[in-house]
C-alpha cells in the first residue's frame, strides 16, 4: 500500500489533490486530521449544557467535558488536570489561548453557534475553536496525539487491502515524521497566488518546518492539477518520483 501526506497552507490545494489522487484508482481512503479536530469539536459541543464564560476558571470548567471525548475519538488516556490550563501557560503561549477566549467570546454574542455543526461547510465560522483544539491537544497531550489515531485507520485499511492512502492536514514535523515512519511520502503544495497564511494560527507556523520529499506547485488550473496528480502517482507506484511537479507553467530557468 502507498501512503501519501500532503502538506501546505490553507487554501493551496490540499483537498483538490487528494481528490484527484483518490481517482487513481478503486481502492483509496482519505484521512484528514482536520476532521479529527471536527469531530472533537461536535462531541465536545453536544455535551456543553451552558455557555463557556471567557475566563480561565470558565474555559477550565469547560475543558473539564474533554478527557471522556478524547478516549471516544483518539483512543487517548487524560484527565482534566492535563488538560486545565493556568496563567503561566497562558503567557507561555498567548496567541495559543487567544484563540479560545475569542470562541469563548463569540459564543457569548452567537450562542447558537454552539448547537451548529461542525464540518467541511461551517468551518471557517469555527474556526478559532478548531485551531485552538488542534495546537492545543498537541501541546498538552503529546505530538502524535491526532496522527497516532490516523495510523491506527491506516493499518486497519492496509489489512482491508486498500491501495493508496492520502493523508491531508499535516500542520507539525510531527506529523510526517509518522507519515515516514510507516513508509509513507510527504508532499508540500504550494500555490503562488494564495492568500497569506493566519500568523497568528501556531499551527501555520509550524507548518513552515514540516519536512517533505515532493514539492508541487499549483499554479495552473484543476485540469492542469489532475494531469499532475496523475503523473505523480504513476511516479509513485513505478518507483520514480520526482522532487518537483508544476501544475501550470514551470519556471523560467535562473539567467546566470
Not at 498567548?94 to 447558537?112: D, G, I, T, V
Request: glycine share 8%; proline share 5%; charged share 20%.
Amino acid at each position: 500500500m502507498n501512503i501519501v501526506g500532503v502538506t501546505g497552507q490553507i487554501g493551496h490545494g490540499k483537498s483538490s489533490l487528494a481528490q484527484l489522487l483518490g481517482s487513481s484508482t478503486s481502492s483509496c481512503r482519505h484521512f484528514e486530521s482536520g476532521q479529527l479536530v471536527m469531530d472533537v469539536a461536535n462531541a465536545w459541543q453536544a455535551a456543553t449544557s451552558k455557555l463557556p464564560l471567557p475566563t480561565q476558571d470558565g474555559l477550565n470548567e469547560w475543558i473539564g467535558l474533554l478527557p471522556s471525548i478524547v478516549w471516544d475519538v483518539l483512543h487517548v488516556e487524560t484527565d482534566e488536570t492535563l488538560l486545565e490550563f493556568t496563567s503561566s501557560d497562558e503567557a507561555t503561549d498567548a496567541s495559543m489561548f487567544a484563540k479560545l477566549y475569542q470562541y469563548a467570546q463569540m459564543l457569548q454574542e452567537q450562542p447558537q453557534l454552539l448547537r451548529g455543526q461542525v464540518n467541511l461547510d461551517t468551518k471557517e465560522t469555527y474556526r478559532p475553536l478548531l485551531q485552538w483544539l488542534g495546537g492545543y491537544f498537541v501541546k498538552m497531550i503529546g505530538p502524535g496525539v491526532w496522527y497516532d489515531e490516523i495510523i491506527r485507520r491506516i493499518k486497519h485499511a492496509e489489512a482491508e487491502g486498500c491501495e493508496l492512502v492520502v493523508v491531508t492536514g499535516l500542520r507539525f514535523p510531527g506529523d510526517a515524521e509518522r507519515i515516514l515512519e510507516v513508509r509513507g511520502i510527504v508532499v508540500r503544495i504550494i500555490r503562488s497566488d494564495a492568500e497569506e497564511r493566519d500568523e497568528t494560527d501556531p499551527t501555520e507556523r509550524e507548518r513552515l518546518t514540516i519536512p517533505y520529499q515532493v514539492t508541487i506547485y499549483n499554479d495552473g488550473t484543476l485540469e492542469d492539477l489532475a494531469t499532475v496528480a496523475s503523473q505523480f502517482y504513476h511516479d509513485l507506484t513505478s518507483g520514480q518520483l520526482q522532487v518537483a511537479y508544476h501544475a501550470g507553467p514551470a519556471p523560467m530557468p535562473a539567467v546566470v
